[in-house]
């Protein structure tokens, strides 16, 4: 009988790839893959350890595997990801119930760990960053029709808030040839959506060619029969350039969709935050934007509380948002970080003043996105098919507005047998909190 190995994926879309990775070369192995790690003999747990909250995640995570292991359900357990390249050996005497703890690097010998793992040795080792793998092999774990695509690992950007270029290293780009293989590979598998993913997507290909690619990979990409939508994450809005711009314009396979993490609007915060631009570039640059690229959907993220964040500079983002009425937004308190630039400054915000401040913004954004659904009623839309819900007795997916587990879904009746991963046309009727309804329709143009 095989060895079962269940692996727990925690954190973003970036960290999900490393563990498809994984998983293909443990599947190739010969060890039997399982979604359920509680009917494993040994748990994987890819854990993130970006902020407080995620790292809150990755222990709890752990805490309960290792009461299964003392029950005697799983065997083993390993931990990797960022949480234990971030914590190193203090995360191996935190957890003495893990029979190995990894570093990102280790990820490439996750077959040779378990090797010795299963040899009954403990495992604690911390390889080069620089060892893990950008490309090879991968198992789809997401829904079939939908994958991601890292072109790029690490960061450069040295944002004083984050611990990101510490715990995952230099940024280095994907060889194009190499992500257009894996593309390609991608479409063949029955992929329809693709999802260009990096720390920083904008910044793709400086480290390889001495300036950004991603246009180029973005041209290339709409070439590959197959995909229907094709989304980009994560573009600095310093680096959004008129060429970028023109190529999401003219290519209809590109979703009109652009993530663009600014964190605040405040030139003097951004400022300390090690980012540049200030409140009249960012307007500017949304502007120009929404004029080149009509219709887009603009998706950000925003950090309240910041050390030395006054009621003032506070004020100014809640009217920025206001003014600007992002179509998608998330607005999270600071986390004060060990080892980062900013968990050392003076003026550090009480953390209810910076959860209410969050609160507010958030509390100011479902109203501007209850207004913006709204005007959606009565709209054609295209969405792709992700399930049936048997409570409500509907189907739900997603729009070319939304991103998959980010932003909001769309529920709608149809008659007939849908196919998940199947694209209909749906007749916006009402809303529901951050979500549309609808009904099937055929024969109209979406939008």
């Known amino acids: 009988m095989p060895i079962k190995i269940g692996l727990v994926s925690l954190g973003c879309s970036k960290n999900l790839v490393d563990s498809e990775r994984m998983l293909y070369k443990l599947r190739q192995r010969g060890y039997e893959l399982v979604t359920e790690p509680g009917l494993s003999d040994i748990a994987v747990v890819n854990t993130c350890g970006f902020i407080q909250s995620a790292k809150e995640e990755a222990i709890e995570t752990i805490i309960e595997l290792g009461k299964l292991k003392a029950e005697g359900t799983i065997k083993k357990i390993i931990i990797t990801g960022c949480l234990s390249e971030r914590y190193r050996e203090e995360a191996a005497e935190l957890f003495p119930e893990a029979d190995a703890v990894i570093g990102i690097g280790n990820q490439e010998d996750i077959v040779d760990v378990i090797d010795h793992v299963l040899a009954n040795e403990r495992v604690v080792d911390f390889a080069p960053k620089e060892k893990l793998p950008v490309t090879g092999g991968r198992i789809i774990?997401?829904?079939?029709?939908?994958?991601?695509?890292?072109?790029?690992?690490?960061?450069?950007n040295c944002c004083s808030y984050c611990a990101i270029p510490k715990i995952r290293g230099r940024f280095r780009s994907v060889p194009m040839e190499d992500a257009l293989k894996e593309a390609r590979w991608l479409a063949e598998n029955g992929v329809t959506e693709l999802i260009v993913i990096a720390q920083d997507t904008t910044r793709y290909g400086e480290d390889l060619y001495g300036e950004s690619k991603l246009p180029e990979l973005l041209e290339?990409?709409?070439?590959?029969?197959?995909?229907?939508?094709?989304?980009?994450?994560?573009?600095?809005?310093?680096?959004?350039?008129?060429?970028?711009?023109d190529v999401i314009a003219k290519e209809p396979k590109i979703v009109k969709y652009m993530d663009?993490?600014?964190?605040?609007?405040?030139?003097?915060?951004?400022?300390?935050?090690?980012?540049?631009?200030?409140?009249?570039?960012?307007?500017?640059?949304?502007?120009?934007?929404?004029?080149?690229?009509?219709?887009?959907?603009?998706?950000?993220?925003?950090?309240?509380?910041?050390?030395?964040?006054?009621?003032?500079?506070?004020?100014g983002l809640?009217?920025?948002?206001?003014?600007?009425?992002?179509?998608?937004?998330?607005?999270?308190?600071?986390?004060?970080?060990?080892?980062?630039?900013?968990?050392?400054?003076?003026?550090?915000?009480?953390?209810?003043?910076?959860?209410?401040?969050?609160?507010?913004?958030?509390?100011?954004?479902?109203?501007?996105?209850?207004?913006?659904?709204?005007e959606c009623i009565g709209k054609v839309m295209e969405a792709v098919v992700e399930g049936f819900d048997k409570w409500a007795e509907c189907w739900f997916g997603r729009t070319r507005g939304d991103a998959p587990d980010i932003d909001g879904k769309v529920f709608f009746a149809g008659e007939e047998k849908l196919d998940i991963g199947q694209y209909v046309n749906i007749k916006i009727t009402d809303t529901l909190d951050y979500d549309l309804t609808g009904e099937v329709i055929a024969d109209e143009s979406a939008q």
């Open 260 to 315: 663009i993490p600014i964190q605040h609007c405040n030139g003097a915060v951004l400022y300390d935050m090690n980012r540049s631009g200030d409140e009249k570039q960012l307007r500017e640059l949304i502007e120009k934007i929404r004029a080149k690229v009509p219709g887009i959907v603009l998706r950000t993220t925003l950090i309240t509380g910041f050390p030395g964040e006054t009621e003032e500079q506070f004020g």
């Open 318 to 374: 809640a009217e920025f948002v206001k003014d600007i009425e992002f179509d998608r937004l998330g607005c999270f308190p600071y986390s004060q970080e060990e080892g980062t630039v900013a968990g050392e400054m003076a003026d550090q915000v009480d953390e209810e003043v910076r959860a209410h401040r969050a609160d507010i913004i958030m509390e100011q954004q479902q109203l501007i996105h209850s207004r913006k659904n709204e």
């Open 220 to 245: 290339e990409l709409c070439k590959i029969d197959g995909f229907r939508w094709i989304r980009v994450l994560y573009c600095y809005p310093e680096r959004i350039t008129d060429r970028l711009l």
């Open 141 to 156: 774990s997401t829904l079939p029709f939908f994958a991601y695509l890292k072109v790029a690992e690490g960061c450069d």
